[in-house]
């Protein structure tokens, strides 16, 4: 038995707001512990829906098979609001250090 299946609220649903929605996926890309490489770090929120203390991509497996995500037509821009934080960060990380005048 799930935690999920215990606080009745669906897979997914990593701030427990009773939805499993774009809000959820910002929340989970934030915490940034996709395929991490550090053993037993992921909590629900963290997007660890298996309950194995890992958020890979069973679990978003497992949540988007449970067919619960819900699509408003708010949540496609929050999706895209969460990639581009994502991207955006990757890019920063990647860039090379700045401070050079011309
Ligand atoms: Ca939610
Ligand atoms: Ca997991």
């Known amino acids: 038995m799930l935690l ?4 009745h609220v669906p897979v997914g649903d990593a701030n427990l707001s009773g939805v499993f929605n774009g809000s959820d996926l910002i929340e989970i890309f934030t915490a940034a512990e996709y395929d991490d490489e550090i053993p037993g770090n992921s909590s629900r929120a ?10 890979d991509s ?25 990639r581009s934080t994502i991207i955006g960060h990757e890019l920063e990380t990647e860039r090379p250090a ?3 005048s011309a």
């Open 46 to 55: 963290e997007g660890d829906w298996n309950c194995d203390a890992e958020f």
């Open 98 to 100: 700045a401070g050079r």
């Open 4 to 7: 999920s299946d215990f606080l």
């Open 58 to 82: 069973s679990d978003l497996l497992r949540a988007f098979q449970a067919g619960r995500y819900s699509r408003a037509s708010r949540q496609s821009q929050e999706v895209a609001a969460a």
